[in-house]
């Protein structure tokens, strides 16, 4: 497969030099397989540029010779959006070695980080300057700030502070034909036109390759109350963040919920995790309230006021308020553990999906019966960020099955179901994770032929010849439809 592209591998090979491109296949092979494990696919290389110059070259040259490019950050995405296809005709791009934070500028509240700056580490530089970054994820241990921009990341922050999309104030991006888009110093107001930046967020790579953010920092929480509590129903729940909207105002910045299920599937898969109230309830409530110095000394107070109140109003069975950082850390454990939890009992259609907020509890209280009865012997479940909308909803198999026949069998008639679902409820079927390849021919299926047509349109102009990112989220051509 390489002699057609021999001539254009020596290129880039003279372009980069050693440590920008190999064709080993050891070295290739971690980064063929996305992080669930779904899509495997082949590359001509993996080139790693060291500077937006070095990719805004590899881009022409990818041009002149008409090879995919298929960006990847850390490799922690959800919907194989940075995984190539099986033909071994692209160059997977990675863009970990650009991995400086070119300046915090602490009175600004903002950070300019290269697109290679792994999360964990931006966390960190952020605190060193008495700030932080406000939005976190299970896999911020690898997970890219290039790969966040670019999938408009969100996490168990949004209902506070938005998703990357509300966070990137400046961004620098190569498009298609190896221009570079510079536009990372940020102004509060500018009226000259679109919002250029807008385009490449949440884009997966389709439209330009993310080298560089400028991102909003806010300050040091200097104190936090983490509260469990158990509720009847996910309605109550739904009533309890209204109460705590209410009562907490801009220091909530947490709400998330799991049904009695998914607690006990944890408490089954992590020794040491222990289940925070006495009883069993039909529902349960993660919350945090945060302060930074100016309210951390009332805050606690604040919270065990509001909690008194859920009680009195009926909303609540039981609560608890972490005493410690170490009981606050196990509740949220709880919680990030649930997904590892459900997948540790079987085979499980895992779907990532959002309805209007005020709607969530109605179409939970609709769709697990409704999956349950129409694919007998299953267990549907529906976990995660009541706050903005976005729960997990996860089909889980009957038990004993098998997870290749049943996924084949049964599994794409169970995501196609609830995909329909959600739809009709005027939801998305990709709220945080992205559409990648994984949900494409989904999104073509049940997307507004409107807003499918505008994205093609834009694809067209930017990209005509499809180099970027081939096969993910959306194609010039729309796929033919699908019984």
Request: proline share 6%; charged share 20%; glycine share 10%.
């Amino acid at each position: 497969m390489t002699a057609p592209f021999s001539a254009f591998l020596d290129e880039a090979a003279a372009l980069l030099g050693p440590r920008g491109l190999t064709r080993d296949a050891d070295l290739l092979a971690p980064w063929l397989t996305d992080w669930r494990g779904r899509f495997t696919g082949a590359a001509l290389a993996l080139a790693s540029p060291a500077s937006t110059a070095e990719v805004a070259a590899l881009v022409r040259l990818c041009r002149a010779h008409g090879v995919g490019i298929v960006p990847q950050g850390g490799n922690s995405g959800m919907s194989g959006g940075a995984t190539p296809d099986g033909s071994g005709t692209a160059i997977l791009l990675s863009l970990r070695r650009m991995n400086a934070i070119r300046a915090i500028d602490p009175a600004a509240r903002q950070a300019t980080c290269e697109a290679g700056v792994v999360l964990q580490v931006l966390h960190e530089a952020a605190e060193a300057q008495g700030l932080r970054f406000p939005l976190t994820l299970g896999g911020k241990g690898s997970a890219t700030v290039g790969g966040l921009v670019s999938t408009n990341a969100g996490g168990t922050q949004v209902l506070r502070h938005g998703s990357m999309r509300a966070l990137v104030m400046g961004l620098e991006a190569v498009l298609p034909d190896g221009t570079v888009y510079s536009a990372l110093t940020p102004l509060k107001k500018d009226n000259r036109g679109f919002d250029l930046k807008q385009l490449f967020i949440g884009s997966e790579g389709t439209l330009g390759i993310v080298t560089a953010a400028t991102l909003r920092l806010v300050p040091q929480v200097a104190e936090r109350v983490v509260i469990w509590a158990g509720v009847p129903s996910i309605t109550a729940a739904r009533a309890l963040l209204l109460h705590c909207e209410a009562a907490a105002g801009d220091a909530l910045e947490g709400f998330e919920v799991l049904p009695q299920s998914c607690l006990e599937a944890v408490l089954g898969h992590v020794p040491t995790a222990r289940a925070p109230l006495a009883d069993p309830h039909a529902w349960h409530a993660l919350i945090e309230v945060v302060a930074d110095a100016v309210g951390a000394a009332s805050l606690r107070e604040r919270a065990e006021a509001m909690i008194a109140a859920a009680f009195e109003a009926g909303l609540v069975a039981d609560a608890t308020l972490a005493a410690s950082e170490a009981q606050a850390e196990a509740m949220w454990l709880i919680r990030e553990s649930v997904a590892p939890a459900e997948r540790a009992k079987g085979p499980a259609m895992q779907h990532d999906i959002s309805v209007p907020v005020e709607r969530m509890p109605a179409f939970l209280d609709m769709a697990v019966p409704t999956i349950e009865a129409e694919f007998p012997g299953t267990h549907a479940v529906g976990f995660g960020h009541l706050g903005d909308g976005n729960i997990h909803f996860h089909v889980i198999a009957p038990p004993g099955a098998v997870r290749a026949e049943w996924e084949a069998r049964e599994g794409k008639a169970i995501s196609r179901r609830v995909h329909d679902l959600v739809s009709e409820w005027h939801g998305s079927i990709s709220a945080e994770h992205g559409i990648g390849q994984l949900k494409r021919d989904e999104l073509e299926r049940l997307g507004d032929p409107a807003a499918l047509a505008l994205m093609r349109a834009v694809k067209a102009a930017l990209d005509p010849g499809e180099l970027l990112n081939p096969g993910k989220l959306v194609a010039l051509a729309p796929s033919p439809a699908k019984p």
